[in-house]
């Protein structure tokens, strides 16, 4: 079992070097313990991506920690709903053979996977490939599915991976349903946001129905109905190309096919457009102005637009802003980046699933698809799943829909740290170690032109009885017999003399075996694990992972420092406030385009058509029966995601109200503190209500991380609302089939107190 580094409990009084795990930036940390509990909290300045910055929320991380009640032993469920305590041994013997029955019956691609860690744990998720190729599942899911899979799709046709900005030196810095100052995403977000805001050169431009606090910085706020934003991001592009304000020797030069999108642009309504989206035209033309003689953009977009209607349209405008003004590769622009591990598959190839033919993009089943693809008596459906460092019976659109898909499959095993409410519905639970208990990473390694990599040391022991992630699927990979005990013999005994002999022996058995490159996580475990330093046996995947980064990168990664693959992994194991694995020049972005002759195919002949269809497309979905647009998840000061489960965290708002225009509130005779009832499609909530105007009429949000069902005595209780108990997985994008979280058609009513 992975267990922390001798003496990390026992020094009462010593700081911790470890990262945040609430948003994709991963802040590093120092955390001082007493006894258990994370007494003091602060920024690691030596930290390599971060440098001692860090929010508000980090510093209750021991809410997270200590906070919630914790699963010490596996579950397992009884025929009349119970569960019983079980030791590891029959939890993993019994769940092992009701996977090979899976496989045995139906087939491998039956059993469908969900999760890959959460926020700030992927080491885990790196060994669940091994774990899906011995059983032969083929489909899978995660978080990603619900926002990014459409984005990447069209990176995938574009410049054939991941994107970011360069907002530390942009001259014009876009945000587009993206609220840094709350949800972050940019590294040092709120510093690097108040640089911008005090900077007379430079400009930001935020598009978001809501007046955000980082809207409350911005040169320009187009404050735009909901769900308009395609309509707006074309006005601004018609005014680029119609006024001429596109960079003609870049395109010339660096892209390809860049006539039919101008041809597109150049029949844009501009007046038409912002009369749809309700922004002043002058606010328009003065925006895209602002871009069009920048001499350097950068743009981000996140939930509020990629959870709302038109979202891969609109990543594909988003990325046209940069493009056809020549902001690629250079100071304060946008830039592809290396991976340590990439997150998802960038691809223009779409692949269907079994039942429905939901598209699958980023090798990703989308996530409003997967109740479709189960309640069903076609012969294809998935029999089984496997849920890790996940809740998507919170967390995906309507809830009860989902709690009567996982009842109806043969097999649910979830690994988790607590209870959750997917874990109420499985067959079997595997408590995990928490994040700080075990050796932990995250792949979201998205910087250029320097790129980071921080692998964290426990901070404290494992609580007894669980387990990390990757000794779970060892033992599960050991009982289905996955590798034969001899050729991890030959490992073990090359582990032994060193990395060289290993290197060789491993490939050397890969020629002989193909099938051993699916299960290398578990091979690298099992052979190479034992023998590095700290008990960081967990830590083996990374040593394959550094070999691609040598293959992959090999002249960044010695800019970096690192001599070779070895000297990088060595490096990441002994690296406590994280590595830099990658340095660029500006103009090597060029080389990272998988194209031979670096050129940018600008043209998507689907996103054009529906861009052609936009003149005709509904712009409003609210009706007389659900007349408000209803935000289902806005990240708020006092909120995160559903690990921290515990509100006492919460100093404000601890019931997570809702928020209302003070027009509305009016019309509607509340006012702050009363209580209203929330009506959908699919359900109905009610909710302590807050006046704010940062709302527009017609525009109401609730909180995300509320509506968890905690352990109260000997039964539970509900604080706040579960967003997903009112959206819907009809709501969906039509090209990725991310959910319209954050446009979900609503009937707001005063509730009359008794």
């Known amino acids: ?31 001082q313990l007493d006894d258990r509990r994370f007494a003091k909290i602060r920024g690691d300045k030596e930290h390599v991506a971060s440098a001692g910055y860090t929010c508000n929320k980090a510093l ?37 053979t009701r996977l090979t029955e899976v496989q045995r019956r139906h087939g491998g691609d039956k059993i469908f996977y969900y999760g890959g860690g959460g926020q700030g744990n992927h080491l885990g998720g790196a060994y669940s490939g091994a774990l899906r190729r011995a059983v032969g599942a083929r489909y899978r899911s995660s978080a990603l599915a619900q926002e990014k899979t459409g984005e990447g799709w069209v990176d995938g046709h574009l410049t054939g991976s991941h994107t970011t900005g360069d907002f530390e030196h942009a001259e014009v810095s876009v945000f587009l349903g993206k609220n840094p100052w709350q949800s972050h995403g940019v590294p040092r977000a709120r510093t690097v946001l108040q640089q911008i805001a005090k900077d007379s050169a430079r400009s930001m431009i935020v598009l978001d129905p809501v007046r955000t606090e980082t809207a409350d910085l911005a040169d320009f706020h187009l404050q735009l109905r909901p769900g308009t934003d395609a309509w707006c991001l074309s006005a601004i592009l018609g005014v680029l190309v119609q006024d001429d304000l596109i960079d003609h020797a870049f395109l010339a030069e660096h892209t390809t096919d860049s006539a039919a999108v101008l041809r597109e642009l150049s029949g844009i309504d501009i007046t038409a457009y912002a009369e749809i989206c309700g922004v002043p035209e002058d606010l328009v033309r003065a925006a895209a102005r602002r871009i ?6 950068a743009t981000y977009e996140d939930l509020g637009v990629q959870q709302s209607p038109n979202s891969t349209l609109i990543s594909y405008l988003n990325k046209l802003l940069w493009l056809l003004t020549g902001n690629f590769a250079k100071p304060g622009a946008m830039h592809p980046h290396s991976w340590m591990a990439p997150l998802a598959g960038y691809s223009r190839d779409i692949k269907r699933t079994p039942v429905t033919g939901a598209p699958i993009l980023g090798g990703m089943v989308p996530c409003n698809s997967i109740a479709e693809e189960i309640l069903t008596d076609h012969p294809d459906r998935f029999r089984a799943m496997i849920v890790e460092s996940s809740n998507p019976a919170h967390s995906l659109a309507d809830s009860a829909k989902f709690r009567q898909t996982l009842d109806a499959l043969d097999l649910v095993v979830v690994l988790d740290v607590a209870f959750t409410e997917t874990a109420r519905c499985a067959d079997y639970v595997l408590p995990a170690a928490s994040q700080f208990e075990k050796w932990e990473a995250t792949f979201f390694n998205l910087e250029f032109p320097h790129n980071t990599f921080h692998l964290r040391a426990p901070v404290l022991d494992p609580l007894p009885g669980t387990l990390a992630e990757p000794e779970i699927y060892a033992r599960l990979l050991r009982r289905l017999g996955a590798v034969g005990r001899g050729k991890l013999a030959v490992l073990r005994a090359a582990a032994k003399l060193g990395r060289g002999p290993y290197k060789w022996t491993f490939a050397a058995l890969l020629a002989t075996d193909k099938s051993l490159a699916g299960l290398a996580p578990y091979v690298l475990y099992e052979t190479l694990g034992p023998t590095l330093p700290d008990n960081a046996r967990s830590a083996a995947v990374l040593w394959g992972l550094a070999q691609r980064v040598a293959k992959v990168y090999p002249a960044a990664m010695r800019r970096a420092g690192h001599r070779s693959a070895d000297a990088l992994f060595d490096a990441i194991l002994a690296g406590r406030s994280g590595v830099t694995f990658t340095i660029d020049d500006y103009a090597d972005a060029w080389d990272y385009l998988p194209y031979p002759d670096k050129r940018i195919p ?34 708020r000061a006092f909120t995160a995601n559903t690990i921290f489960r515990d509100n006492t965290w919460r100093h404000r708002d601890p019931n997570g109200s809702l928020r209302l225009n003070p027009d509305d509130a009016a019309d509607l005779g509340l006012t702050t503190g009363d209580r209203a009832r929330i009506t959908t499609s699919r359900g109905t909530a009610v909710s302590s209500v807050e006046i704010n105007d940062r709302m527009q009429p017609g525009h109401a949000s609730l909180p995300n991380g509320l509506g968890l069902d905690l352990p109260d005595g000997d039964g539970t209780q509900r604080t706040g609302v579960a967003a997903n108990e009112l959206t819907d997985v009809t709501w969906r994008d039509a090209f990725a089939g991310t959910p319209w979280h954050k446009h979900v058609p609503a009937r707001i009513e005063r509730l009359e107190e008794v």
């Not at 079992?1 to 590093?28: D, R, S, V």
């Not at 010490?72 to 993993?92: N, V, Y």
């Not at 069009?292 to 953009?297: F, I, K, N, P, Y």
């Open 1 to 31: 079992m992975n267990a922390a580094p001798a003496g990390a409990e026992t020094a009462q009084g010593e700081w911790h070097k470890t990262a945040c795990i609430l948003c994709e930036n991963n802040c590093g940390l120092l955390i």
């Open 60 to 96: 209750r991380l021991d809410h997270y920690q200590n906070g919630g009640a914790r699963l010490t032993t596996p579950l397992r469920r009884e025929s009349d709903g119970s569960f019983t305590e079980i030791d590891w041994d029959t939890a993993i013997s019994e769940i092992a």
């Open 292 to 297: 069009g003689t920048a001499g350097s953009v």
């Open 602 to 635: 600008l043209a998507i002949p689907d996103l054009l058509h529906a861009l052609r269809d936009l003149a005709t497309t509904p712009a409003t979905h609210t009706s007389a029966e659900f007349p408000f647009v209803l935000a289902a998840g806005e990240r």
